[in-house]
C-alpha cells in the first residue's frame, strides 16, 4: 500500500515537472543503446523547433530538466524571430565520444518520424552533421542540413549578420546614430560568428580590441588588420571585461556575466552571439545599477535560427538575409519598451514574446494547430 502511494506520488512529480509542456516523448531503444527524450513545449505559432543535444547525463532527471529548460527557451526564440514554430528540444543521453553509432541515429530519427512532423531537429552540442545524415535516412523532419542535401549552409553567417544589426541598433539607442564607425568594441571569441562580426567592423573602420585562446585566429585576425589599414589590439581573455570600449561582444561561452566580470566592465552596452551570457537572470539588475545596457542575447543571435526554419520551406538566402534584417527593429522596440515601463530589457523581451503567442492563441484557427504543416520539405 505504501509501495503504491509511494508510486503514485513520483507519478505526480513528473507530471507537475512538465505541466509547462504540451508533450514528452521518451525514447528508449536496447538493440541501438538508444536513451532520448524529445520536448515538445508549445506548438501555438507551428510544430516544435529545436536541436538535438548529446551529452552524458549524470542522471535520467538531470537529462530531463535540460530538455525542458531548452525546449521552452525555443519557444521564446522562435516567437521573438517571428517563426512558424514552437518550441522543442530533444536530448541523447550518452557520451558524444564513445556512444555514437548510425543504429542509433537512425533509431532516434525513427522516434522523430514518428512524431509526423511535430517535432523538426538537427545538430546541437555534442551532435554533428554526420549524425543527422543518419537519422535523415528515416526521417525528412530534419533542419540544418548540409548544402548538399538542400540545407541552407553555415549558420553563423547569418548569425554574424545578426550580430551587426544588434550593433548597429544598439547604436541607434544610445548614440542616436546606428554607424558602426567611431566607436571601439572589445570582442570576446574569434570563431565562427566573432571572426566575422570582427572583420566587418574592421572594413567599417570600427576600433577593435579582441581576445581568443585561439593563437591562430588571432594571427589570422591581425593580418586583415593590418591589410585594411586597421590594425586590431589583441589583449589577454581575463583582460577583455576591464578594456576601455563602447561596446562589449561576448562570441565565445555562455556565463560570462557574473559577480567577477561584471564589476570590471566599463562599457555602455553587451551585444553578442553567446549563448546565456548571464550567469543567472537577476544579474541583469547589476547592469542596470551600471547604466549598462544588455541586449538579450536570443533575441542577437536569432540569425542561425531564421537559417534553419527558412530551410523547411527550401532554403533562400535572400529571405533569410531579410528576415535576419528585422533583429534591427526588434531589438530598438525592445530598448525602448524596456525604458517606457522601467522593465529590464529581458523582460521586455519576454513579454514581446508572450504577446505573440497570445494573439496567436486568440486568432481564429480553422485548421488544428497539429496539422501536417503544408510546406514540408521534400514533398
Ligand atoms: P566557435 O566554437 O566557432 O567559437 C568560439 C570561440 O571562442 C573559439 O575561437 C574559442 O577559441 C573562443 N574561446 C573559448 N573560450 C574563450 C575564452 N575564455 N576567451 C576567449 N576566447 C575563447 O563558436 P561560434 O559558432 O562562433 O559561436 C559563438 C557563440 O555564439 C557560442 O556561444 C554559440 O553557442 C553562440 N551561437 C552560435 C550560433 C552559430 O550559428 N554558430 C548561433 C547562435 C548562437
Redesign the pocket.
Known amino acids: 500500500m505504501e509501495q503504491l502511494e509511494k508510486s503514485k506520488m513520483k507519478k505526480k512529480d513528473i507530471f507537475e515537472k512538465i505541466s509547462g509542456h504540451e508533450q514528452v516523448m521518451f525514447c528508449n531503444d536496447p538493440k541501438s543503446g538508444l536513451k532520448a527524450i524529445i520536448a515538445i513545449h508549445d506548438t501555438t505559432l507551428g510544430p516544435a523547433l529545436g536541436g538535438t543535444r548529446m551529452y552524458p547525463y549524470e542522471s535520467v532527471e538531470a537529462a530531463l530538466d535540460d530538455v525542458l529548460r531548452l525546449s521552452e527557451g525555443m519557444t521564446y526564440k522562435c516567437a521573438a524571430a517571428d517563426l512558424d514554430f514552437g518550441g522543442g528540444k530533444a536530448v541523447i543521453i550518452g557520451d558524444p565520444q564513445t556512444d555514437k553509432s548510425p543504429a542509433l541515429f537512425r533509431s532516434f530519427g525513427q522516434y522523430v518520424e514518428s512524431l509526423n512532423g511535430r517535432f523538426y531537429t538537427g545538430t546541437d552540442m555534442g551532435t554533428t552533421m554526420d549524425d543527422f545524415v543518419q537519422a535523415l535516412k528515416e526521417t525528412n523532419f530534419i533542419s540544418g542540413i548540409p548544402e548538399a542535401y538542400g540545407g541552407g549552409g553555415d549558420?553563423?553567417i547569418p548569425?554574424a549578420i545578426g550580430v551587426i544589426y544588434a550593433l548597429k541598433a544598439t547604436n541607434k539607442y544610445l548614440f542616436d546614430n546606428d554607424a558602426l564607425t567611431g566607436k571601439t568594441y572589445a570582442i570576446?571569441?574569434?570563431?565562427?560568428?566573432?571572426f566575422k562580426v570582427c572583420k566587418h567592423l574592421l572594413k567599417d573602420g570600427a576600433n577593435v580590441i579582441v581576445?581568443?585562446?585561439?593563437e591562430q585566429?588571432i594571427k589570422e585576425i591581425e593580418q586583415i588588420g593590418k591589410k585594411l589599414g586597421n590594425p586590431v589590439t589583441v589583449v589577454k581573455?581575463n583582460e577583455i571585461y576591464s578594456v576601455e570600449a563602447d561596446i562589449f561582444i561576448p562570441?565565445?561561452?555562455?556565463g560570462i556575466l557574473n559577480k567577477d566580470t561584471i564589476p570590471q566592465l566599463t562599457v555602455r552596452a553587451i551585444v553578442g552571439?553567446?549563448?546565456n551570457q548571464l550567469k543567472y537572470e537577476s544579474l541583469i539588475h547589476e547592469l542596470h545599477q551600471k547604466n549598462i545596457l544588455y541586449a538579450p542575447d536570443y533575441i542577437v543571435?536569432a540569425g542561425?535560427l531564421i537559417s534553419v526554419a527558412d530551410e523547411l520551406y527550401g532554403a533562400n538566402q535572400e529571405r533569410v538575409l531579410n528576415k535576419t534584417k528585422t533583429i534591427f527593429s526588434s531589438l530598438l522596440e525592445i530598448y525602448e519598451q524596456a525604458a517606457l515601463e522601467s522593465i529590464s530589457t529581458l523582460e521586455a523581451a519576454d513579454r514581446k514574446c508572450l504577446k505573440t503567442l497570445e494573439e496567436q492563441k486568440n486568432r481564429n484557427n480553422f485548421f488544428s494547430r497539429f496539422k501536417k504543416p503544408k510546406w514540408h520539405f521534400n514533398e
Open positions: 549558420t553563423s548569425t570576446q571569441g574569434l570563431g565562427k560568428v566573432g581576445t581568443d585562446l585561439n585566429a581573455s562570441c565565445a561561452m555562455g552571439s553567446a549563448n543571435n542561425g
